[in-house]
């Protein structure tokens, strides 16, 4: 299975942080899983830290590191990706999750979350 990590996700994974779910944990290490970390994910790591959000602790190019090293792989961010944020109901307003979910639906991807309202995209995407 393909999963698509959101932000948060993604850091509380790389962190081993007690806020990951035992259902994220497993899906995260099954083998049968394929991780995927967006450019998107990256942008937004990088424009939160460089503002000293505290809730960015690791800056891009550290989290970009630290992706690598737990072997998860890069999605760029496509042109097609882009087109489907037009298709999207405005549940969310925030621009990163919005291509996340965008990028997940397009790929098909499964969209590993804890944000309540980007699950009510689809039932493709996961909630943790």
Request: charged content about 20%; glycine content about 2%; aromatic content about 6%.
């Amino acid at each position: 299975m393909n999963l698509l990590l959101d932000t948060h996700v993604a850091l509380w994974a790389i962190t081993d942080s007690p806020r990951l779910t035992a259902r994220a944990r497993e899906l995260i290490a099954s083998p049968r899983s394929s991780i995927w970390v967006s450019a998107a994910t990256l942008w937004e790591i990088t424009i939160k830290h460089a503002l000293h959000r505290g809730d960015m602790p690791v800056s891009g190019q550290d989290a970009l590191r630290y992706f690598r090293e737990a072997g998860y792989r890069l999605l760029p961010i496509e042109p097609e990706h882009a087109a489907a944020l037009a298709e999207l109901a405005p549940h969310h307003q925030d621009p990163f999750d919005r291509m996340l979910v965008a990028q997940a639906l397009t790929e098909p991807m499964r969209l590993l979350t804890h944000d309540a309202l980007v699950a009510r995209y689809s039932d493709s995407i996961i909630a943790v």
